[in-house]
């Protein structure tokens, strides 16, 4: 079945390490996107991305760097910079505007 | 930017009962709208959308939404809430800005369901 994959689904980072979270689609989706989740406060946008090798920041892109280099992933790298990482990420993918996002299963990451 | 906004972060009903989550948006143009449902600790799964067509939607798990135009408004609804239904709710507009199409996301609303 298709889908997106998120991993790991816990994370634990020390104060100062970098850390970088997996998404992976096999949607054939042009467009993918990082979201981060924190209680009371919806969703996100950290990064997107419409075509490989090409991304856009989003609302909340500080502290936060992403990559392209193949349709199928779309990989997060939350840096020593982010000051407060602690949160439920989510990626999601998408084909057009009529058909929503898809979306994976999430990571959530505690700074410890 | 076109902006979501969902009344009740928190809304409770009893096993039952009808469940009536409200969604209004700001676009001047006709809108893609979409209805997810979050389980906790679990991504987002897509309940229903409206593209174009009959303004009524019927999704999955029996919940269904009506696109109003000239109140702008895409309300959820389901006759009777199951003790499953209680989860988080995020109603989303596809908003073309930027060169690309994005969905803008409500705050979300927390059900309850009461036995």
């Known amino acids: 079945d298709g889908g997106i994959t998120q991993s790991p689904k816990y994370l634990f980072r020390k104060e100062g390490q970098n850390v970088t979270l997996s998404c992976e689609q096999n949607?054939?989706?042009?467009?993918m996107y990082w979201y981060r989740q924190d209680p009371g406060q919806g969703l996100r946008l950290i990064y997107y991305?419409?075509?490989?090798?090409?991304?856009q920041k989003g609302d909340i892109a500080e502290g936060y760097s992403v990559s392209r280099e193949k349709k199928e992933s779309f990989p997060l790298t939350v840096t020593s910079a982010q000051k407060n990482p602690t949160a439920f990420y989510l990626c999601?993918?998408?084909?057009?505007?009529?058909?929503?996002?898809?979306f994976g299963s999430g990571t959530r990451l505690t700074v410890v | 930017a076109q902006s979501v906004t969902q009344l009740g972060s928190h809304v409770s009903v009893s096993e039952g009962a009808l469940v009536l989550l409200r969604c209004n948006y700001s676009?001047?143009?006709?809108?893609?709208l979409f209805w997810y449902v979050q389980y906790p600790n679990q991504g987002l799964q897509l309940l229903l959308k409206?593209?174009?067509?009959?303004?009524l939607v019927k999704g999955i798990n029996g919940f269904e939404a009506e696109f109003k135009k000239s109140e702008t408004s895409f309300h959820l609804t389901k006759p009777s809430a199951h003790m499953s239904d209680a989860a988080e709710y995020f109603c989303?507009?596809?908003?073309f800005g930027a060169g690309s199409y994005q969905l803008t996301f409500g705050k979300g609303t927390k059900l309850s369901v009461i036995p």
């Open positions: 999601a993918s998408s084909q057009g505007p009529g058909n929503g996002y898809t």
């Open positions: 949607l054939n989706h042009d467009a």
């Open positions: 991305s419409q075509i490989v090798n090409d991304f």
């Open positions: 676009s001047s143009v006709p809108p893609y």
């Open positions: 409206y593209t174009t067509g009959a303004t």
């Open positions: 989303a507009v596809s908003e």
